[in-house]
């Protein structure tokens, strides 16, 4: 099993970037995927979530409005385009792949720096 982040990087305030999430090793089309996201000296925290299907998206009320998760289940990928990005949302963001409570797979995370 296989999640691998990409896409991170150092933007500007009020740029964009896109964060793909790649996996394998499992049927992607089973798990809802999640983006979570990791400041510096701060927990863990959850960002944005869709089903299986994609037929359904939520979001934290700190990036709704800006950020939108999609999925690709032909190409078993998930993606988070970020819009009007803040300093606030300089983090390290993961992907999770879950399906019940027995299967739970993490991605190693990418950077996302927003500086200018």
């Known amino acids: 099993v296989q999640l691998v982040e990409s896409g991170g990087g150092l933007v500007q305030p009020g740029g964009s970037l896109k964060l793909s999430c790649a996996a394998s090793?499992?049927?992607?089309?089973?798990?809802?995927m999640t983006w979570y996201r990791q400041a510096p000296g701060k927990e863990r925290e959850w960002v944005a979530a869709v089903s299986s299907a994609g037929g359904s998206t939520n979001y934290a009320d700190s990036v709704k409005g800006r950020f939108t998760i999609s999925r690709d289940n032909v190409q078993n990928t998930v993606y988070l385009r970020m819009n009007s990005l803040k300093p606030e949302d300089t983090a390290v963001y993961y992907c999770r792949a879950r399906k019940g409570y027995q299967y739970d797979y993490w991605g190693q995370g990418t950077q996302v720096t927003v500086s200018s």
């Open positions: 090793g499992f049927t992607f089309s089973d798990y809802a």
